[in-house]
Structure formats: C-alpha cells, structure tokens
C-alpha cells in the first residue's frame, strides 16, 4: 500500500495486521482520486472509518488543504498518526480516535467539509446511520460531495428520504463506491 500521486507520491504506507481492516487497492484508489481530482485542491476532507488513512492521505498528498481522520481503534489511530508522520502531511491533518457519529458531533461548528469519504465494515448499517447525522449537521456545504464505499450489494435507496442524491455510483467486482450530495435545496 503506498501513496499513489502528489508531494507524497511512491511513499508506502504502514496497514493494521490481520483481516479487520480492508485496504483499496491502487487500481481502485487511482479510479476513486481520477474522479475527485477536480475538487481536491484546497478543499476540506473528512475520513471516517479511515484505517491506515490511505484515502485521506492521498487527498493531502494531491492537495486538499486538510484532512480530518476518523477510526474508533487505537491500533488504527496509531497506524494513521505514524503514516502522517512518514509522509510529512501531519502539519494538514487531524486525527480524532472515537466513533464516526460522536466524531460528527465534536466537529459541528468547526469544519465545513467539500468531500467526505466513508469506508464503515461491510454490511454493518454504519453508513445509514452516518448519513442520517450528517444530514442534520452543519458540516455539509451545498455542493459536499460524499462517497461511501460498500459491499456491491449494501441498498442506498433510503438516502433520498434523507435528502441525498445519489450523483454516480462506481461498481467494481464484489465492492462500489457510491457518491452522493446533499440536496441543493436542503443545504444552507
């Protein structure tokens, strides 16, 4: 696992041992950032259920201006702070060890975020419950576009009763991404 492009490019990424965690691989990473790479320079980054902090590394990497990473494991937080610190990014990152929804809520009034990438376990509902906070948060701007990765088979056909529209949806073979943005007309 390595960072792909940017100021930190070719540098390897140190990953949690064992099977909890479920690295992108470079193929699926380079399509994901071939995607946002229009709206990564200077914007604010979230990434909840972060890991290793691959994703939200290489947005710094490629130019967002700061990155706030979310995990609830020690372990994972301690994999997170020791790549910022090898890849020279610290100085754009926050790291928060606590919960994807508890996080949302120390955040309000703090951040407004332009992307927000959430990778929560494979058919645990997290995601759900995460739009729904986010939803009623003001960390969400008009056009925050939001990307959830998920099991091919997770059903976002809930999110537009939460006022999200789904804007692409990327399938790969047993996994896809989803970006959503909040409803124009439901953002301040």
Avoid: W
Avoid at 95 to 124: C, N, W
Avoid at 164 to 180: G, Q
């Amino acid at each position: 696992m390595r960072i792909i492009a940017g100021k930190a490019r070719r540098l390897p990424l140190r990953t949690l041992a064992g099977k909890d965690t479920r690295p992108t691989t470079d193929r699926i990473k380079e399509t994901l950032f071939n995607i946002l790479a229009p709206r990564l320079e200077g914007a604010y980054f979230l990434d909840l259920f972060a890991g290793s902090g691959q994703i939200g590394l290489e947005a710094v990497s490629r130019g967002c201006a700061r990155c706030v990473f979310v995990d609830n494991s020690k372990k994972a937080c301690a994999v997170i702070a020791d790549n910022m610190n090898f890849a020279k990014l610290a100085d754009f990152c926050e790291l928060m060890q606590t919960d994807a929804v508890s996080a949302l809520h120390r955040l309000e009034g703090k951040y407004r975020f332009d992307l927000i990438f959430l990778d929560p376990p494979y058919q645990s509902g997290a995601e759900g419950t995460v739009l729904q906070t986010l939803a009623g948060t003001t960390l969400l701007k008009e056009d925050t576009l939001i990307v959830v990765e998920a099991d091919i088979h997770t059903d976002f056909s809930y999110v537009s009763a939460l006022g999200f529209e789904i804007a692409r949806e990327k399938i790969y073979k047993t996994n896809k991404h989803v970006f959503l943005q909040f409803g124009k007309n439901n953002a301040d």
